[in-house]
Structure formats: structure tokens, C-alpha cells
């Protein structure tokens, strides 16, 4: 927090009142999230003592986390399944969003089109069907097909940003490059897309948190248990760590994998906020 | 001249990976699951063909009714709850605050948490033994202490609520970022003249930040109707069937009844109805978007 | 930088395909020479250098379940009788009942599944699509126990062999009953005065773990003695048409439900509260009844150290009927040509030397001259009314999973405290017209 002497005199009275305010709002807003960190260092006993405080050296429910046997292949698989599908999208949507937006063809407005309605289908009309199509590709319950079922779904919305910001790259860039002797695929690849990078910024800080934050999708299609995503793994976990019955909810061990499956998004936010807050917004705002 | 054909098969060539992908994981399983909703597939078996059967079938569906009234009820208090909220929080972030990115940051940190985690958190606060009831009975309120997640009337509410706590930040972003779009010489003229803050705001921010509004509403009511995963998990539709939406209804349609022909059925009337809902919302907004 | 980025990417997804398929050619090769070594055996063509295979898969034989192991060597033991050479597979699908089904849907879907294997609720599926070998002119056909008909025959043919048969009823604290000197009710209103007595000492009278939705369903599949004690054809009625699910049958059910929660003998956090809870409630004598099934006996004795006790809830009139589904059942895939070694599989897998191990304490049997031991006071309670009480078909079996669904929400409504809603029974008359060609009914 800023407080240095220089800055204190722009702000009256009034404002650090609203600053205050804030603060206590921010506290309470943020309260859940503190109680789920709380969680993960009790004992199973007294997780729904309200106001139990605990001492934050009980390791177990980490512990029991890091040692499970299936913990550390889901990190994986999310993170091989991220790391895949951002840059097979940014490559492809780079590609199809330049292309668009330097076209004049009527069958590259009728792509546009194409691109438009992917977004519009509701995914769960499609999972029966991709089920299927999934046991007879043989690829069900494999990372592969949950990546290929994200670019398919999600390719429109990164193109579209890479079409819009492709238009704000003038054209005598390209034509001076093309007087050089470039062709057009060297032209993509040396001169459009570096320029391109703060789109790419956008499209891979805003899109990540769907595909690592994603429920449904690994619910469906990777339903096996041998390839759980770590969103799999936090709703699996009762069996996994369980005990000689049904069902049972280890609440402090599955608060503890939530803490630890949400900490690498929360990070990557923070590093990442100012590129997906104006990528974000910048579309909206201007429309 | 042939560098010209080269150029374009070239072009071609550069939108058709992304084109085939979408093909086959969105148009073909879509149209496919068109041409199963005029049959009685089961997931396994397709015996025949029965017209427009499961759609009349659909509208007389009373499960289907009332998760469309959820649906809409959901979508509906959640605009109605968000929107002046982040309009609010993001009046209050454009002003010169100490600090104000902080707050920004910390109020968005729900938004990046997945659902599954949120649901989690929300159901150690809301259980009949969790915080939530201890709280009140802590100062008093005991008898006020009810099972958050199991009242026909309060749950579907809460459900609102817990998904506006997640969402505000998201909003809130985007509204922040249009009020700084918006010049304040504008403002500041306006006060000479003795306008109040509720004049200013309806008369030259509102309109100003309209595009927004339309995006930012667009976002809104298009992933609501589509809201699955906190019910799911939370509530598995309960109790009664107060807080079943369309997309869980189908995910039982098709996986527990085994009526996957009816399932996409009610998949396609959703994909309509979305698409009609969200052409009368960006039509409406739009037409009051103004550029001063 | 571009370009090695590009084939990085490429890498990447090569050997995410490459795993992909492997995996998948593994699998396809185990199915495929399993399927074919047993034909090569009958054509004789003598191949020796093959090993021949047999696939067998349940969900249940994971090393979480203690007579698994005790189990499938006393079913080797038996196979290897007559096939001596035959090298059996055992749990090619991995377990967890809800997505070994799906698993299992999609191999058949693709010819690729076991060639033996058991399944639960999947008789109309499977029998239409022609999975399943007719076992009609086989020795189990006639040792069928009359209430699992429905869940192993299909358009007339057996095509299945029920294991393990169980449904819902009300177990209760033996401990808590003697200390407060209860009986078991006969009617359903002696339930109403044991509950009340509960009550006044304290005492919670029902608890189940609503919170893990699967327990839902309890209520109105073990109620069944009010539609039996009404009408016993009622099934085969209401598929006929004469009678549909709002009547007065189904209605006098759900309002004797409402009369249990609205006199306070249904504990008020019920929704909230998981199996695992509901069950130490259970076991330390908080609360003192449960509608749950014979599954909960062995972990409430080995948690708890109770011994618990078994009724079926009797309607007014004191008409008591104890209803079953099948829990599991075990079929020949219809793919697998050598047929008799198939049988052979089968006979050993439900010998009576192995159902007592599978079945023991935790279990009970769909071939009607076999009888399970039971070691505990619970479970010799449940058997004792398997034999002693009328026996009924589970609810779920003549009703379709829509109409089922809206009965369970029903139930949790009531639970709730909102009074009785007719319309859900409408809901679901509706569904059972709209799905009840799904049903395995003549």
C-alpha cells in the first residue's frame, strides 16, 4: 500500500474514510476464501467448530494431499492440458484472426460467420454426441480429446480478439514488408505476429482460467479417474483419500487441495492482472 | 496472376485448422444431436424416428417449466443484484483513492477461482453446522439458523448470491474501465449547471458507458442461462426441484434416464432461446449507446 | 523463435496422441486375443503359441473390498477345473460403480468389452442392443428368485444371472431400542408412537445423510408396503394403464412421509448432512433409525460396535412388504464365441462356494436356493425378512428414472418443510407416459 508522505496530501478527508470503508468491505467480501484457508489446517473434528482457531503448524491435510497417489498426475495433466490448448490456440487464432481481418472475400466473411455461431452453442447440447464421438475417435478419457474439445469451443473467442487487433496494425507495414519480398506466411511469422503480442497477452491471461478452473468438461470426458484434471481431483477426492465406506467428505484435506489447486491461477493473476483487465476491457469499451 | 491464387489458397490455409476443429467438435456433434432429437435414442440404441414427438413432449415437460422459470429467475435477480453493485464498486474505484488497484485486485480474486473451489467454500459457511448459523447464534439470532442449502424458498436466492459474490469482480472490471472512458469536464460541466449525482449519472455516464453495459450484460445473461456447476454441486438440483436448471436437466436427461434423445431435444430449444434472449438484450442496450 | 516454438507444440502433441493411442492399441489387442483364442480353440487350428484369455469385470473386486481377493481365487479355483490353461483377467474396467457403467457402454459400443462381465439397471439397454447371451436354456433358469425377474429377463430370454440382491428398509439401534424398550412397529402407526417415544428421551428418531444425494431415494422405495398393501398388482396395472402414479396409493405414501417430518421424528438437517455423519449420529446412538440398506451393516458394526436391527415400514393396516432390486448381475458378453467356456465362468463365478465369500455379512442372493451366512445380528435380521416378509419388486424397477426423479424431489421438498405437493406426483405420472417404453415390463 502507497502511504508515503508525498501522496497523502492529494487525498481529503473524505477519501480516506471511502478507503476505509473499503478495507472493512474487502475483509468481509474476502472472508469465505479465508475460512476455506482456515479449513485446510484443522483437524477432521473440528472443521465445523465456527470459530475454532487453528494452529497453522498442522501439516496432515497438505501432507495427505501431496502424498496421495493421484495428486501430483492431475497437476500435470492440467498443467499439460493449459499449456497445450494456449499455445495451439494462440497459434491458430493468430493465424485465422489475421487472415479474417485482411480478407475480402465473401468466403472468408462467411468463416467470420462460422467463427460467430461456435459461440453461441450451449456445450451441454453437444456432450452426449461428443461422448460418443470420443469412444469412437478412442480417444475418451485422454487429456488429448479434452484439449481438442477446448480449441474447438473456444478458438472463436481468441479469434475474434486477434481479428480486432490485427485491424489496428496498419497496412504499410505489411505492404513496405511485402515490397521487401515477403511472402505471405513469412509475413505472418516475422513482422504480423510479434507485433501481435499484446493480443496473445490477452487472449492466453484471459482464457487460462477456463481451462484450468474447468468442471464440467474433465466430468465428462475424462471420467475414468486415471486422468484427473486437478478440478476433477478436488471432487473425486472423498473416494480417493476415503475410508471403509461410501462417500465420506475429508473436508480438511479436500480444503487443503483447493487451496493448493487455486494458488497457481491466483498467482498467475496477480502477475498477469494489468494485461487481462486492459485486453479485457478494451474490446468492451470501444465495441 | 498466379501469386495472387497462391495467396489465397495460402489465406485458406490459414483459417482451415481452426475451422476443422470447429466442425467437428461444434457443428457436427450440434447437427447430429438435431437429427437425434427427432428420434428415442437412448445413448445406445435408436429405434425410430418420432418426429416432432420429443419436442411437443419438451413444452409439456412440467420439470422442464420449472427449470425454465429457475433459469430465468436465476438470470434475472442476478442482473438485477449485479449490475448495481459493480456499477457501484467501480463509481467508487474511479474516484482518487489510496490504494483503489488493490482493492480492484482483491475484490477479482473470486472471479479467478474455479467453481468447484467457490462451491466448497460456500458450502463450509452455509451447512446447517457451519459458520453461517453459528454467527447468528453467536449474537442471538439462533432461531434464525436454517439450512441454507436445503429451504425450498431462501436456497434458490442464496444460489444468486453466491454467484454474485464470485462474478462481481468480472463486472465490476469492465465498469471501472468504461468510467474511465468517460471525460470528467463532462461532469464537471454538468455541476456547474446544478445537475444532482443522479442526473449526471442517467443522463451523461449511463449513456456514455452503454457499449459497455451491452457487453457486459451480453456476458452476464448468456453464461447465466447456461449456469450449471455451482447447483450441481451445491444442491443437485433440491431441494424439491427449486434450483434445477436447464443445462442440469439435460445432463440427467441424458445420462440418468437414458433419454439422450430428448436431452438434446431440450439442448436445441436452449441454444434458441439463448440466442433470442441475448438479440432482444444487445438490440434493447444497444439502441441507447451514445458517443458524445 | 517461432519456429522452434511451433515444434515444441508439435512434440507435445505427438506424444499426447502417441499415449493416447497406445494405451488404447493395448487395449484393443488384450480384447482382441482374448476374443480370438477361444474360437482358435474351437476350430481347433491349435494355436499353441497364443495364451488363452477370459476378461472378467465387476466394480466391486478392488482391494478396498476385503473378500475380493478370496473371492476371485475361489472363482479360479473352480475355472481352472475345466480349462486348466485358460488365463483369466480380472477388472479390465476400473471400479466406482457410476463410471464402470459408462465405461462399460462405451466398450460395448465399440466391441471392445469384457467377455464377462456384471452390470446393474442395464437389462433394456443391453438386451435391445443384443449384448448379452441367452442363458434361458441354461441351469440357472429356473433357480431365479421371482422378485429379480425383471432385472435379468428381457422379451423372455434370460440374459443374465441375478448376484446380489439388496433394497431399502429401516435398520435401527438395537442399544437404543433396549434401552427405551421398544419392539419392532407392526403398523405403521406403532412406528409413529416408537418415534414419539424417541423423541421424548431425547432421542432422534431418523437421520440420513441427504447431503450425498444417492441416499434421496430411500424414502420412497422403502414405503413401498403403502401401494403393495393397497393394491399388490399395482405394477402391472399401472403399465397397463388402469393406474397411473397420482393416486391415492402413491398419495397415502408421501402424506405418511410428511406425517414423519411434520411431528418432528426426521432430524432438521437432514439435507445437510452426509452419509458418514448420519451414520456416527447413527452408530453412537444419537439418532436411532435409518432407511438405508444392508450395505451399512458391516461399517456400522465395525465403526460403531452395534449390532443393529431390520424392519420393513408397514403401512396402516399393517401390511409389511420387503421390496429388492438387483444390484448386480452378471452377464456373457454375446460376442465371446466359445460359449462353453463362458458358462464355465459363469457356474464358477456364482458357485455357492464363492457367492458366500462375495455375499458374506454384506449381501444377499438372486438364485432362490442359495442362502447367504450371516454373521451379524444385522444382517441375519435383514435375511430373516427376506424370507419372513412379502416380497415385492423395487419401485425404481417399474417406474422410469424421470418419474423417479421428481419422487425424490418430492421427498426432499417434504424434508424441506414445505407440505405435501401434488403436483410432483403429476410430474411424474407424466414422465412414466412419456418414458415407459424404457421399462422391462410385458
Not at chain 3, 474360437?39 to 473386486?61: F, N, P, Q, Y
Not at chain 3, 437432514?270 to 435409518?290: H, K, L, P, W
Amino acid at each position: 500500500m502507497e502511504l508515503s508522505g508525498r501522496k497523502k496530501k492529494k487525498y481529503s478527508g473524505k477519501s480516506l474514510a471511502v478507503t476505509a470503508t473499503l478495507c472493512i468491505f474487502c475483509v468481509i467480501y474476502l472472508f469465505p476464501l479465508f475460512l476455506l484457508v482456515l479449513s485446510s489446517f484443522k483437524e477432521e473434528q473440528y472443521i465445523f467448530d465456527a470459530f475454532y482457531m487453528p494452529s497453522f503448524s498442522y501439516l496432515d491435510n497438505y501432507i495427505k494431499v501431496f502424498t496421495s497417489s493421484t495428486f501430483w498426475g492431475s497437476l500435470v495433466n492440467t498443467l499439460v492440458i493449459c499449456i497445450v490448448t494456449l499455445s495451439i490456440s494462440v497459434i491458430l487464432a493468430s493465424m485465422a484472426g489475421y487472415v479474417l481481418a485482411r480478407s475480402r472475400e465473401r468466403i472468408f466473411k462467411a468463416a467470420k460467420l462460422v467463427y460467430m455461431m461456435a459461440l453461441v452453442v450451449p456445450a451441454q447440447a453437444n456432450m452426449m454426441i461428443l461422448y460418443k464421438l470420443g469412444i469412437s475417435m478412442h480417444l475418451i478419457n485422454q487429456p488429448l480429446y479434452l484439449i481438442l474439445i477446448y480449441l474447438g469451443t473456444n478458438v472463436s473467442y481468441s479469434v475474434m480478439i486477434y481479428n480486432a487487433f490485427t485491424k489496428s496494425i496498419h497496412m504499410e507495414i505489411e505492404e513496405a514488408a511485402r515490397i521487401d519480398g515477403c511472402g505471405r506466411v513469412k509475413m505472418f511469422t516475422n513482422v504480423i505476429f510479434p507485433l501481435l503480442k499484446p493480443a496473445t497477452g490477452t487472449v492466453i491471461a484471459t482464457t487460462i482460467f477456463w481451462y484450468w478452473n474447468d468442471f464440467q468438461g474433465p466430468l465428462i470426458y475424462l471420467s475414468d479417474g486415471k486422468h484427473n484434471t486437478l478440478m476433477l481431483e478436488i471432487f473425486n477426492f472423498k473416494e480417493i483419500i476415503g475410508t471403509t465406506s461410501f462417500a465420506s467428505t475429508a473436508w480438511g484435506p479436500v480444503s487443503a487441495l483447493c487451496i493448493i489447486a487455486s494458488l497457481p491461477i491466483i498467482i498467475f493473476f496477480l502477475l498477469t492482472q494489468e494485461h487481462l483487465l486492459s485486453g479485457m476491457t478494451a474490446g468492451a469499451v470501444k465495441g | 496472376m498466379s501469386s495472387r491464387r497462391a495467396d489465397y489458397w495460402k489465406r485458406i490455409l490459414f483459417i482451415l485448422p481452426s475451422l476443422l476443429l470447429i466442425a467437428i467438435f461444434v457443428a457436427y456433434p450440434f447437427i447430429q444431436g438435431v437429427i437425434y432429437s427427432f428420434t428415442d435414442w437412448d445413448g445406445i440404441n435408436v429405434t425410430k424416428n418420432v418426429g416432432f414427438e420429443n419436442y411437443i413432449n419438451l413444452f409439456r415437460d412440467i420439470s422442464f417449466k420449472k427449470a425454465l422459470s429457475n433459469t430465468i429467475f436465476f438470470t434475472a435477480f442476478l442482473v438485477v443484484i449485479m449490475n448495481p453493485l459493480a456499477l457501484g464498486m467501480a463509481t467508487i474505484l474511479n474516484k482518487k483513492i489510496i490504494g483503489k488497484n488493490i482493492f480492484r485486485t482483491l475484490i477479482y480474486i473470486p472471479t479467478t477461482i474455479s467453481l468447484i473451489v467457490v462451491s466448497n467454500i460456500w458450502t463450509l459457511i452455509l451447512t446447517f453446522t457451519g459458520f453461517l448459523n453459528k454467527l447468528l447464534e453467536l449474537v442471538g439470532w439462533g432461531s434464525h439458523a436454517v439450512d441454507w442449502l436445503g429451504s425450498y424458498d431462501m436456497t434458490p436466492m442464496v444460489i444468486v448470491l453466491i454467484i454474485v459474490w464470485q462474478g462481481l469482480g468480472n463486472s465490476m472490471v469492465f465498469y471501472l474501465a468504461a468510467l474511465q472512458g468517460v471525460a470528467p469536464e463532462l461532469h464537471e460541466a454538468a455541476r456547474i449547471d446544478g445537475a444532482t449525482h443522479w442526473k449526471k449519472f442517467r443522463y451523461i455516464t449511463l449513456p456514455l458507458i452503454m457499449t459497455t453495459v451491452t457487453v457486459v450484460l451480453f456476458l452476464q445473461i448468456s453464461s447465466m442461462l447456461k449456469i450449471f456447476d455451482i447447483p450441481y454441486l451445491m444442491t443437485a438440483g433440491g431441494p424439491g426441484d427449486a434450483t434445477m436448471t436447464i443445462t442440469m436437466l439435460i445432463y440427467d436427461q441424458a445420462f440418468r434416464f437414458n433419454t439422450a434423445g430428448y436431452a438434446t431435444t431440450t439442448g436445441v430449444v436452449l441454444m434458441i432461446f439463448i440466442i433470442f434472449v441475448s438479440v432482444l438484450q444487445t438490440k434493447l442496450t444497444g439502441s441507447k449507446e451514445v458517443d458524445y | 523463435m517461432m519456429k522452434k516454438f511451433i515444434s515444441f507444440l508439435l512434440a507435445a502433441v505427438m506424444l499426447l496422441s502417441l499415449a493416447a493411442c497406445s494405451t488404447q492399441t493395448e487395449k484393443d489387442n488384450k480384447e482382441t486375443s482374448a476374443a480370438e483364442s477361444p474360437s482358435s480353440l474351437e476350430e481347433g487350428t491349435g494355436d499353441a503359441g497364443a495364451v488363452k484369455k477370459i476378461s472378467v469385470a465387476h466394480w466391486m473386486l478392488t482391494s478396498s473390498f476385503p473378500s475380493a481377493q478370496a473371492y476371485m481365487e475361489n472363482v479360479e479355483a473352480i475355472f481352472k477345473d475345466s480349462y486348466p490353461d485358460v488365463e483369466i483377467e480380472w477388472n479390465p474396467i476400473p471400479s466406482e460403480s457410476g463410471k464402470y457403467h459408462d465405461l462399460l457402454k462405451a466398450q460395448l459400443a465399440t466391441n471392445s468389452a469384457p467377455d464377462v462381465f456384471f452390470h446393474q439397471n442395464a437389462i433394456v439397454q443391453f438386451g435391445k442392443a443384443d449384448y448379452l447371451t441367452d442363458l434361458s436354456d441354461q441351469e440357472w433358469a429356473d433357480r431365479i428368485l421371482e422378485s429379480t425377474v425383471t432385472d435379468v429377463v428381457y422379451e423372455g430370454k434370460l440374459l443374465g444371472i441375478p448376484v446380489d440382491v439388496a433394497g431399502w428398509g429401516v435398520f435401527y439401534n438395537q442399544e437404543v431400542f433396549d434401552t427405551y424398550d421398544l419392539s419392532v412397529p407392526t403398523t405403521f402407526d406403532e412406528l409413529l408412537a416408537v418415534c414419539g417415544t424417541l423423541k421424548e428421551n431425547g432421542v432422534t428418531p431418523f437421520n440420513m445423510g441427504f447431503k450425498d444425494s444417492w441416499t434421496q431415494d430411500g424414502p420412497w422405495l422403502s414405503m413401498s408396503s403403502f401401494i403393495y398393501g393397497m393394491d399388490k398388482n399395482f405394477p402391472q396395472e399401472l403399465y397397463d394403464g388402469t393406474k397411473q402414479i397420482n393416486s391415492e396409493e402413491f398419495t397415502g405414501m408421501f402424506e405418511a412421509f410428511e406425517e414423519l417430518v411434520s411431528n418432528g421424528y426426521i432430524s432438521n438437517s437432514i439435507m445437510s448432512t452426509t452419509y458418514d455423519q448420519a451414520a456416527q449420529e447413527f452408530g453412537e446412538g444419537q439418532v436411532a433409525m435409518q432407511i438405508n440398506g444392508p450395505w451399512c451393516v458391516q461399517q456400522i458394526y465395525d465403526q460403531y460396535g452395534v449390532d443393529v436391527g431390520y424392519f420393513n415400514i408397514p403401512d396402516r393396516e399393517g401390511n409389511v412388504y420387503m421390496t429388492t432390486i438387483t444390484n448386480s448381475t452378471v452377464s456373457l458378453n454375446s460376442k465371446f464365441e466359445d460359449k462353453e467356456m463362458g458358462f464355465a465362468m459363469l457356474k464358477a463365478l456364482t458357485d455357492e462356494s464363492s457367492l458366500q465369500i462375495l455375499l458374506k455379512d454384506s449381501g444377499y442372493c438372486g438364485l432362490k436356493d442359495i442362502e447367504i451366512e450371516q454373521t451379524l445380528a444385522g444382517g441375519k435380521a435383514y435375511g430373516d425378512a427376506l424370507v419372513n416378509d412379502k416380497a415385492a419388486m423395487q419401485t425404481n424397477v417399474w417406474i422410469p428414472a424421470s418419474a423417479g426423479q421428481k419422487l425424490t424431489q418430492l421427498t426432499t421438498l417434504i424434508c424441506s418443510g414445505k407440505p405435501f405437493d401434488a403436483a410432483y406426483l403429476e410430474a411424474a405420472a407424466d414422465a412414466y407416459q412419456k418414458d415407459k417404453d424404457l421399462l422391462n415390463m410385458q
